[in-house]
């Protein structure tokens, strides 16, 4: 296949795997991107994951993650749901989190996209990334134009919006490369008057990682400081605040993939059900669930303190 074919049957394959977005940027070193991750770093605002400060080499250059790569393919995967929490006092769950892990779902769809590009295009070398290894994700999508990124630092469709789960194809293969869209924000600041922790800064365009309800229930393991009393608007697991907002996320649509589907049991739980949650009912109901990585014991820590506002 030539430069133009190849690209077209990738991008045809993503699609059919159920891809809604796909572009393609030239695998280089992000020095721009490395200054920004520094700075960033520097500031805490990693707060306590102290991993964001490992690998930073391989974090922004993807030839050492792939010797010899070329290209980096930056897939987008919808998981907006239909259907939400039935009770309006219940602890809330970020949306993603609803279905079945996204690491699972969507590893299995990128093997079989590496598997049908070796098939058909011939011995390539690469790998596959859904947020699981240092990969600067919403950089790579930046660049290969199937978003931008907004003043809450998600990537923004300007079709979809930004209910999206990102994924990367890096490998040794030359293909026809996609440009950044424009940066359509404007002077909308709705994510950032929204964060009840103000964890966006007024300037928007950066996080405050330390101070984000997401990174307190999920990332956190120690105690959640008293100061943030009363600021989490009832989120226990995750945070949607500055998604729920953005306005161009009335343009989302509602997922296809059933393993996204929420169980019944779960949209049904009532806020004395939460409240009340068992370890065995924990294990059942999150059986292969993102909030798994929470643990029991760090979803009961959370509810309790929101209980106690």
Partial sequence: MDLFSRTKFIKEEAY???????????????????????????KDYHGKMSYMENHFDL?????????????????????????KQQDQTAPKLAKYAYGKDYHFVLKDKLKTLFNAIQENIGGIDGRVFVDSAPVLERDWAKRSGIGW????????????????????????????????IKDYCGTCTKCIDACPTDAIPAEGYVLDGSKCISYFTIELKDEIPQSYKGQFENWMFGCDICQDVCPWNRFS????????????????????????????????????SA??????????????FLNDE
């Fill in 59 to 83: 974090r922004v250059d993807p030839c050492k993650l792939v010797p010899g790569a070329k290209s980096v393919i930056s897939l987008m995967y919808n998981y907006f749901p239909e259907k």
């Fill in 149 to 180: 990124v907004g003043k809450n630092t998600l990537l923004i469709n300007p079709k979809r919006g930004s209910f999206f789960f990102l994924a990367e194809v890096i490998i040794d293969l030359e293909l026809v490369y996609d440009g950044p």
């Fill in 253 to 288: 649509k509602k997922h296809n993939e059933l393993q996204f589907e929420p169980a019944a049991s779960l949209l049904e739980m009532t806020k004395k059900e939460w409240e009340e949650i068992t370890e065995e009912v924990f294990q059942k109901v999150f059986q292969k």
């Fill in 16 to 42: 059919s795997l159920g891809f809604e977005f796909v572009g393609i940027s030239k695998a280089e070193q992000m020095e721009e991107e490395a200054k920004r991750l520094e700075q960033w770093l520097n």
């Fill in 291 to 304: 909030v798994k990585r929470t643990k029991y014991a760090g979803l009961k820590r959370n509810i309790k």
